[in-house]
Nanobody, 114 residues
Framework: QVQLVASGGGLVQAGGSLRLSCASSGRTFSRYAMGWFRQAPGKERELVARMSVGGSTNYADSVKGRFTISRDNAKNTVYLQMNSLKPEDTAVYYC????????WGQGTQVTVSS
C-alpha cells in the first residue's frame, strides 16, 4: 500500500516560514496531480494548494501569494513552502493525490502563534 509521509511542521511565530515535505512510497508518483490539504480543529479538511502532472499550480484564496507548492518526481516528494504565516494557518497538513486515492496518513502539525 502506498504511504504518504508528511513532515516539516512545527511551532512558528506569525510572519514566519516553514517548508513542508511529503514523501510517497509509490513508484507512480509522477503520474498524479498532488495536493496539500489542511484540517484545523473543528473544521473540515480543505485543499490549499495543488500541482498538476505538468506543473501548473492553483491555490486557495486564503494562501495565495504566501504558499508555494512544488514537486521533485525523482524523489517522489511534494513540498509546500509557507511564508508570512498567520495564526489561522494553524492546522494539521496532509498531502494526497488528486483525486484523493491514498490513505491520509498522520499529517504534520503546523502551529502559528500570534
Amino acid at each position: 500500500q502506498v504511504q504518504l509521509v508528511a513532515s516539516g511542521g512545527g511551532l512558528v511565530q506569525a510572519g514566519g516560514s516553514l517548508r513542508l515535505s511529503c514523501a510517497s512510497s509509490g513508484r507512480t508518483f509522477s503520474r498524479y496531480a498532488m495536493g496539500w490539504f489542511r484540517q484545523a480543529p473543528g473544521k473540515e479538511r480543505e485543499l490549499v494548494a495543488r500541482m498538476s502532472v505538468g506543473g501548473s499550480t492553483n491555490y486557495a484564496d486564503s494562501v495565495k501569494g504566501r504558499f508555494t507548492i512544488s514537486r521533485d518526481n525523482a524523489k517522489n516528494t511534494v513540498y509546500l513552502q509557507m511564508n508570512s504565516l498567520k495564526p489561522e494557518d494553524t492546522a494539521v497538513y496532509y498531502c494526497n493525490t488528486l483525486p484523493v486515492l491514498r490513505s491520509w496518513g498522520q499529517g504534520t502539525q503546523v502551529t502559528v502563534s500570534s
